[in-house]
């Protein structure tokens, strides 16, 4: 004899899942609604592509936004090249063995090092080592770092997904080990690793910490060469809600969340359309 | 294979993509002794017992005990964990075992989103609608008057916990969903309610991978900085209440970025701000090398 009843249990557990699978679906609703809320308001073609002036309080935030753009690519440049070659490493030339786990572990392990320690890092490298200015280079590369692991897991993920008999085919035809990566697992593998890249993209442009030192804030600048000094618009952002008291600069502040919110909204989607086109090719 | 001794393209493919692979490990070390070199020195002038454990943190008087700021970063996080985990964890089970198709397709885009947006967006919501509304309204009705400041352990756990839920959501969720049906087909064919089933099948068999996520999104917390500088106060004491000015605090990661601009290069204050570095990264290290052990161990293959 049960003293409590199963099914009243059962009822009142399920009840309690949906309703906090509600109110967390409500929480973010709630987000959303309030960055476009308080963001939709300042942004305009002004806010968008005119120049800040006294501090960015005023003015546009157009050098931010290309800096933070600018700052994604230098990422990539560094993280795609090196991320995808080691996850074909990984894949197609190795087994699986103490070097592979020795990778894996790194890999696993820089992924969960703090942002800010990689400030810590590119600021000792960069700032006292090699006695650089802090400029989009360095600040793009310290993202590279820090979004290497990302781009590395996707596209290992992406390439083992191709399937064997694809590469079978392939040697059996008389092609070589280069000629079947090149021509039948980089483009199968391709929707995954974009998939990859853009979160990797994602990550780079939200993050604050790690480029708070490699960043100028003020004046704002349009770098044209990579060692000229760039502004983020992460970074604007956090000066912004800290040091100004004034309402308005908060509302400022939105508007850059709204823009970054979007860039979110954005590769999210590009994600999914891309996933949905690989799963079906996969069924396919 | 028989290949010739001359040098062929494969190979000189082969080594190069072995140098991208060890990138990653190449930097880890490399964070690893520049973050030694830069934080070592002070323990020529520190001991390491009262740097850990002391409580007076006065770069000016030469006095660096960080205790305070570790007791801050173990609280954010654990505040964090204690909301996060309870709502992740029902919203992954209600994903993977409750919830309609529709719900389902619902949410996980919802879930995605939420993992993506960065953190100083939270940190702006936060300090526009949460942290007031901690000061006047809770005031209010806790205690009938405001709050001296809104900032503390609440605002900032709420912040990081809805941060986090996230990673401990799909991490639980793609436990739960390699549970194999044949364990739970027989727990109903037992007469088990879905309940009885999710309790005493899905949940323990599960639960390393559960345990993995929440691991996951620890080391997350303990590293996450903007949110934690903008709700959290930055006052060097310990936080001892859950609201009002004795609920403020500050956590290793806001005192290193913080400080960092003022310290001359080379001091024994630089030296201080880099060994928190170093508690923050060898926290975090432990952290990660548990979470992927236990993924190893469940059931969840890539």
Known sequence: ????????????????????????????????????????????????????????????ILPAIVGT??????ALLFAVPIGVGASIYL?????????????????????????????????TLFLFYLNMKPCLLIAGLTLGFMILPTIMRTSEIAIRAVPVPDKEGSYALGATKLQTIRRIVLPSALPGIVTGVILGFGRAVGETAPIIWLISFWPANLPSSPLEPCNALTVVMYFLISEAQNPLFIQRAFGIALILLLMILISNYITRTLNNYLTRNIRR | MVKGVSINSENVVRGALLLFAMTAVLIL???????????????????????????????????FGAFNFIAGSILVTAGGLIIAIPLGLSCAIFLSEVAPRWARNMVRPAIELL?????????????????????????????????????????????????????????????????????????????????????????????????????????????????????????????????????????????????????PVGSTWHSALFSLGIILLITVFILSLISNYLLSKSRVKL
């Open chain 2, 29 to 63: 070390s490399l964070i690893f002794v520049f973050l030694l070199r830069e934080g070592l020195p002070l323990f020529a002038k520190v001991s390491p017992i009262d740097f850990i454990f002391g409580t007076r943190w006065e770069p000016s008087k030469g006095v």
């Open chain 2, 115 to 263: 993992a993506g947006i960065p953190s100083i967006v939270y940190a702006a919501i936060a300090v526009a609608v949460l942290i007031p509304f901690v000061q006047y309204d809770l005031g209010n009705l806790i205690r009938g008057e405001v709050f001296r400041v809104g900032e503390g352990i609440f605002a900032v756990s709420l912040t990081l916990a809805i941060m986090v839920l996230p990673i401990i959501i799909s991490v639980s969720l793609d436990s739960m969903e390699s549970v194999p049906r044949a364990f739970k087909e027989g727990s109903f064919a037992l007469g088990s309610t879905q309940w009885q089933t999710i309790r005493r099948i899905t949940l323990p068999t599960a639960l390393p991978g559960i345990v993995a996520g929440s691991i996951l999104g620890m080391g997350r917390l303990v590293g996450e900085t903007i949110v934690v500088i903008l709700v959290y106060g930055n006052a060097k004491h310990i936080t001892s209440t859950l609201f009002g000015a004795k609920s403020t605090g500050e956590t290793l990661t806001a005192a290193i970025l913080l400080e960092m601009s003022y310290v």
């Open chain 1, 91 to 123: 894949s197609e030339f190795t087994k699986e063995g103490k070097l592979t786990k020795l990778i894996r572990t790194g890999a696993d392990s820089l992924n969960a090092v703090p942002s800010i320690v990689f400030g810590l890092f590119g600021l």
């Open chain 1, 69 to 74: 753009l600018l700052l994604g690519v230098v």
């Open chain 1, 1 to 60: 004899m049960n003293p409590i009843d199963p099914e009243k249990t059962n009822r009142i557990a399920i009840t309690s899942l949906w309703i906090s699978a509600l109110s967390i679906i409500l929480i973010l609703l709630y987000i959303i609604f309030y960055v476009f809320q308080r963001g939709f308001p300042v942004i305009g073609i002004d806010f968008l592509l005119g120049w800040p002036s006294n501090n960015w309080l005023e003015g546009g």
